[in-house]
């Protein structure tokens, strides 16, 4: 629920940068200054949604270490972002068609390089349900290890435009590192190992 709500709202923010009239039929365009920081409405949209697909990105790929360090997994929790991180990256991608065409994503290394991790989160998405899970069996970890590529391309996207990109690249390496069989084993000794607190009470 939380994560629902937190992946629409914004929505609303980029539905207030279009204006829908029926007068002559059905005209959509975007409104003038819909940014506050002086930059073009469209150029917003991009940022808006850009900036969201990557958050959701790099927060499912933190919830294995995060497993790993607390023991906390909700494989529900999981689809939704798992879910949200793809519709946004396609809404980003469908705002960049519609304001520029197909034909332009070929024209930069870095639009490329995104286009390709939008191609992944597609069975990605299609697979991230139950039903999936227990028909592909082993192949769907294996299918939903291409989650790895595509925050490595969707970084070097962002990389290549100059953007922010470090917290996310930090995060995600920390992730790594955490995964790592060493670390990991060692960090679950550690968290199991540890004494449960002592609840302090009336004697
Ligand atoms: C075909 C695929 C994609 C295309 C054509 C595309 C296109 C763009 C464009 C035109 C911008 C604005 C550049 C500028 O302001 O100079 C942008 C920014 C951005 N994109 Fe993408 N993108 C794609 C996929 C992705 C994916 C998969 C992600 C992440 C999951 C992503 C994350 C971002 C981020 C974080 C920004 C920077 C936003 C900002 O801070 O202004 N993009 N993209």
Do not use: C
């Amino acid at each position: 629920m939380v994560v629902a709500i937190l992946a629409i709202f914004p929505l609303f923010i980029l539905g207030s940068m279009v204006n829908v009239s029926f007068t002559n039929g059905l005209a959509i365009s975007l409104v003038e200054d819909g940014s506050s920081e002086g930059g073009s409405t469209i150029g917003m949209m991009y940022h808006i949604s850009g900036e969201f697909a990557i958050r959701w990105m790099t927060a499912v790929l933190s919830l294995t270490p995060f497993y790993i360090l607390f023991g906390v997994n909700k494989l529900f929790v999981r689809q939704a972002m798992g879910i949200s991180t793809a519709l946004w990256s396609f809404l980003h991608f469908i705002i960049f068609l519609i304001a520029e065409g197909m034909l332009e994503t070929f024209t930069q290394v870095n639009y490329i390089a995104g286009f390709i991790a939008v191609l992944i989160l597609i069975p990605l998405f299609l697979t991230s349900n139950r039903k999936s899970m227990k028909k592909l069996r082993s192949k769907w970890k294996k299918l939903q290890s291409l989650a790895y590529l595509a925050i490595i391309l969707s970084l070097l996207h962002v990389v290549l435009l100059e953007k922010t990109w470090a917290i996310y690249a930090v995060i995600v390496g920390i992730g790594f590192v955490i995964r790592i069989p060493i670390v990991k084993k060692k960090l679950i000794g550690f968290r199991k190992g540890r004494k449960p607190l002592r609840v302090v009470g009336r004697q």
